[in-house]
């Protein structure tokens, strides 16, 4: 039977969570009374995570499929994996932590059923450090200055599509993305609903500062050229002042005379201007690394085994 919702989630050494996250899941699903599947892709676990999802399977061999990778290829490759394989009419995704409560699910199908494709979910009382909530506040205004989504909250993958717009975002191929934005430029008729966040269950975020500025990068490089153009802009700007310095400093020689004074102050510009030239060479090393991995075309995620049930 052709399910009604799918839901997906991305799992990465989620052991301690998973009995709890099923138990609360299947009991929303449930109770929802139409047919539904559950789509997790073991994103390389080193746990014991891949032996829980293939009990899950066991245990209901209709409702689950298991995407198992190779290896660890991150939360949005493992999200594009279902999104290639859901049979569903709307794709729910949520993460394997139980920070975002399945228990929200109902609401984010009501607003689907309202008419829209696309239903993000923004975090009411957010439940991460002080340092995560602080820095993802300045981060996602940059976001909404440099780019055209509209998004309150860019890092709640508590989120519901309606198939159409999966279908979409399951076609490109790029490598580094970032699923909820891809969803936005391809959306007709957007939402945000507010949902519950709870701490993590269990574990640790899999997420190193380092790999949350990749990601911000991915945002930031994949859906604007704002940075480069901002570039452009400064030096354009820094060339003109520094022509018309040029012609100060020529009258300034022929009327006062020449000068030694302000040696240091010399260097302090040349520091910042070193500083904001290498910078910009970054932004663009950014983009071209990109543009590098995408045109070797190597597969962006292997998968190893998938467990399903094919109706016969
Ligand atoms: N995740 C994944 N692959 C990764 C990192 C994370 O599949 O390389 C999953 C993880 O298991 C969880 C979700 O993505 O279900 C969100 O990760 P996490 O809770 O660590 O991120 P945070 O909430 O700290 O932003
Ligand atoms: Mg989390």
């Known amino acids: 039977m052709q399910p009604y919702v799918s839901v997906v989630i ?92 399945p228990e929200e699910i109902p609401k984010l199908l009501a607003a689907i059923e309202a008419g829209h494709d696309v239903v ?24 909404a200055r440099i780019t055209h989504i509209t ?35 391809y959306a007709a008729n957007p939402t945000e609903v507010e949902v519950e966040h709870a701490a993590r269950a269990a574990g640790r975020s899999k997420y190193s500062l380092y790999q949350l500025v990749r990601l911000n990068f991915d945002l930031m490089t994949g859906f604007s050229v704002v940075p480069l153009q901002l570039f452009t802009l400064f030096g354009i700007a820094l060339s003109a002042l520094s022509g018309l310095f ?32 290498i910078l910009g060479l970054g932004i663009i090393g950014e983009y071209i690394g990109r543009i590098y991995q995408e045109v070797r075309r190597r597969p962006r995620f292997v998968i190893r085994e998938i467990l399903e049930q094919t109706d016969a």
């Open 246 to 277: 040029v012609v100060y400093l020529v009258i300034r020689r022929l009327v006062i005379g020449p000068e030694a004074e302000g040696v240091f102050t010399l260097f302090a510009i040349l520091y910042f201007l070193v500083a904001v030239g």
């Open 120 to 143: 993000g979910g923004y975090r009411k009382d957010r439940q991460d450090s002080f340092f995560r909530r602080y820095a993802s506040k300045l981060i996602n205004a940059i976001r």
């Open 151 to 185: 998004m309150r909250d860019q890092g709640c993958m508590l989120r519901a599509y309606r198939r159409r717009i999966v279908d979409l975002i399951a076609s490109n191929s790029e490598t580094s993305t970032f699923i909820p934005a891809l969803a936005y430029s």
């Open 10 to 101: 991305p799992v990465y050494n989620e052991e301690e969570n998973l009995e709890a996250l099923f138990g609360r899941l299947t009991k929303v699903l449930d109770v929802l009374g139409r047919p539904y599947e559950i789509l997790f892709t073991n994103d390389g676990s080193r746990d014991r995570s891949g032996a829980l999802l293939r009990e899950f399977h066991r245990r209901r061999p209709r409702e689950v499929r298991v995407i198992d990778f190779n290896g660890n290829f991150g939360q949005h490759m493992a999200i594009m994996a279902a999104f290639e394989r859901v049979r569903g009419e709307v794709v729910v995704t949520l993460d394997a932590d139980l920070q975002n409560p």
